[in-house]
């Protein structure tokens, strides 16, 4: 067993490349830099095609970088003895069809060289976090996505890993097993366990990261708090009475809510409040009342990465 260093994971000057079948060279990530420190829940987020799977790839040892070095629990990304003490899941798990849940783990299970006489035990456990008790026995064929990715979850906490490296871990998951998913997390975050996960899912990660790493283009945007990046953006709230949909707001304009009769608009800037003010005005609309906000981690997300088409 290894000591877990203060930095779990530490990227440099990441960069990898690949070709397409038409031989045209693609950089999906280009001079990445990041570091992970123990015991914390790090959101990493982009859009799509920002390099996010592609640099979790080099981090679990399954694609060479073209230039930089990475390193998962101070050895070298791929080494033996720093996998054993990761959890992974991937965007896209696949598992034998064939086999029943519970068979499925006991293979992971005996992938974890975890001892033989240990494993019925540790897999009714999983079960029962998972919310899969009762349905070990039927064949993964006929398993939901949700409920794949709760077998995907199961593996991935299998052994009590330091650290838990997830791909967009709760993509097309309906509420119940978001908030499941949570809960696992949350229970991880609690035990000063380390947790790196990339998500599209702007709501999830608030409510689980201490620290969010934006990127764009195989590059760091911006790497801090999560509530530095809500405070960086102030939402200029406006309400108004009736229900309006002007045909063309002002950039940065979006209609927040409709209910009650009432009309809520949020602009993201100064700018954008000033135009809204102005387009009111025109349209002789008077203002029942106005406030500000911190903005939410979607508000930083689109102000800073913008509306580009991916």
């Known amino acids: 067993m290894i000591d877990i260093p203060d930095e779990v994971i530490t ?12 031989g045209k060279t693609i950089r999906a990530v280009d001079g990445l830099n990041l570091t992970v420190r123990r015991g914390e829940v790090v959101g990493f987020i982009g859009p799509n095609g920002a390099g996010k799977s592609t640099s979790i790839k080099v981090l679990m040892g399954f694609r060479k970088p073209t230039r930089g070095t990475v390193q998962v629990m101070g050895l070298p990304a791929g080494h033996m003895a720093g ?19 519970r068979e499925t783990l006991r293979m992971f299970a005996k992938l974890r060289e975890i001892p033989r006489g240990e494993r019925e035990d540790i897999i ?5 976090k998972v919310k899969l008790t009762g349905r070990d026995r ?5 398993f939901s996505k949700g409920m794949l990715q709760r077998v995907g979850i199961a593996q ?3 052994g009590e890993p330091a650290l838990l490296i997830l791909d967009e871990v709760t993509s097309g998951l309906d509420p119940v097993a978001r908030y499941d998913v949570r809960r696992i997390l949350m229970d991880f975050k609690a035990k000063g366990k380390t947790v790196f996960f990339s998500s599209h899912e702007l709501s999830e990660v608030t409510m689980l ?27 200029h709230i406006v309400c108004v009475d009736g229900l309006l949909s002007p045909p063309q707001l002002p950039q940065g304009v979006f209609i927040h809510a409709v209910s009650n009769g009432q009309t809520t608009f949020s602009a993201d800037s100064v700018e954008a409040h ?3 003010n102005g387009l009111l005005e025109e349209m002789d609309v008077p203002i029942q009342h106005s406030f500000e906000e911190p903005g939410s981690l979607e508000d930083f997300f689109v102000h800073s990465i913008g509306h580009k088409v991916s």
């Open 274 to 276: 000033a135009a809204l």
């Open 83 to 101: 996998r054993r003490r990761v959890g992974f899941l991937p965007e896209v798990a696949l598992y034998y069809p064939f086999l029943n849940a």
């Open 124 to 128: 009714d456990d999983l079960l029962d």
């Open 11 to 22: 990227i440099t000057d990441l960069m990898v490349e690949y070709k397409t079948d038409s």
């Open 209 to 235: 990261c201490d620290r969010v790493i934006l990127i764009d283009e195989g590059r760091v945007l911006v790497e801090d708090k999560l509530s530095a990046m809500s405070n960086a953006i102030q939402r």
């Open 156 to 158: 991935a906490i299998m």
């Open 138 to 142: 039927e064949p993964v064929r006929g």
